[in-house]
């Protein structure tokens, strides 16, 4: 028996390796937690342990999904704790369908602008509050592995991007990220994949500055061919953006991307 996440948006939890709707316990979101207890007898299936309905249940999934593993392997704990947040997020916005000006979800916005000690209500129409989001997560995530409260928490993305690239060039080991161009680093679970927004900026840019428009995403899935990554104040929720990796790994320009902030927590 050991601990997987699931690592497909939505994953069908059924009572045998067969598909027929009688037999579907519940679905299993990204990022959930499960206990996998060996190859079921039918090829292609696993048999788990998950929760559903505040029970722990026994069944089957497919082993694959789209031609990618449906579970995956834990990364480090400290990671873990960010994406934990970044998911939370995400369910606490009903998977992406809760808009933002709408009870409950504008008082969700206005604790994340609480968060980093500005007094917005969530209705404030015209305010971005991505950056807020991100620094959100990031301070709960604090609450487990304290390093990442070292994080330049703010209203705006570019101000942590160029904090982190400060901190990689000083080999500052208390820093929670550091910031590398996008084709220095392969992308991995637990990182910040930083875009330029409105106005074409680079890396450059961010290095020399930290004001100009951008957006962030925690990255918490990655295959061959892309990465899900999860971010504030994205179609007016909490939601997913999928970013495509070159043949050689990497976040592409025709993304926007412009920085990668390597988790280092």
Same mark, same amino acid.
Request: aromatic share 8%; net charge negative; no cysteine.
């Given at each position: 028996m050991s601990k997987k996440f699931v690592d497909v948006e939505a994953l069908n939890f059924r009572s045998a390796p067969v598909v027929a709707p009688a037999n579907r316990?519940?679905?299993?979101?990204?990022?959930?937690?499960?206990?996998?207890?060996?190859?079921?007898?039918?090829?292609?299936?696993?048999?788990?342990?998950?929760?559903?309905?505040?029970a722990m249940v026994e069944g089957v999934v497919k082993e694959e999904i789209d031609d990618r593993p449906s579970l995956r392997e834990p =990364?480090?704990?400290? +990671? !873990?704790?960010?994406?934990?947040?970044?998911?939370?997020?995400?369910?606490?916005?009903e998977k992406g369908q809760g808009e933002e000006f709408e009870d409950p979800f504008f008082k969700f916005v206005g604790e994340m602008w609480e968060s980093i000690h500005l007094h917005l209500t969530g209705k404030d129409r015209g305010v971005p509050w991505s950056a807020a989001a991100i620094s959100f997560m990031v301070r709960h995530a604090g609450a487990t592995f304290p390093k990442y409260n070292n994080f330049k928490f703010a209203p705006a993305h570019s101000i942590y991007?160029?904090?982190?690239?400060?901190?990689?060039?000083?080999?500052?080991?208390a820093a929670p990220f550091w910031g590398f161009r996008r084709f220095e680093k392969?992308?991995?679970?637990?990182?910040? =994949?930083?875009?330029? +927004? !409105?106005?074409?900026?680079?890396?450059?840019?961010?290095?020399?500055?930290?004001?100009?428009p951008s957006h962030s995403d925690i990255i918490v899935s990655v295959g061959p061919d892309f990465v899900l990554a999860i971010g504030g104040n994205v179609r007016q929720s909490v939601n997913i953006t999928r970013y495509v990796k070159t043949q050689s790994g990497f976040l592409t320009k025709e993304d926007r991307v412009i920085i990668l902030m390597v988790n280092q927590a």
């Open positions: 316990i519940g679905i299993l979101h990204l990022g959930q937690p499960v206990e996998e207890l060996g190859p079921d007898a039918k090829d292609g299936w696993v048999k788990i342990k998950a929760e559903v309905g505040g =990364v480090s704990a400290a +990671r !873990e704790a960010l994406v934990a947040e970044a998911i939370k997020e995400w369910l606490r916005f991007f160029h904090d982190s690239i400060v901190k990689q060039q000083s080999s500052d080991a392969s992308p991995q679970i637990g990182d910040i =994949v930083g875009v330029w +927004r !409105e106005t074409e900026s680079t890396f450059e840019d961010a290095k020399r500055g930290d004001s100009f």
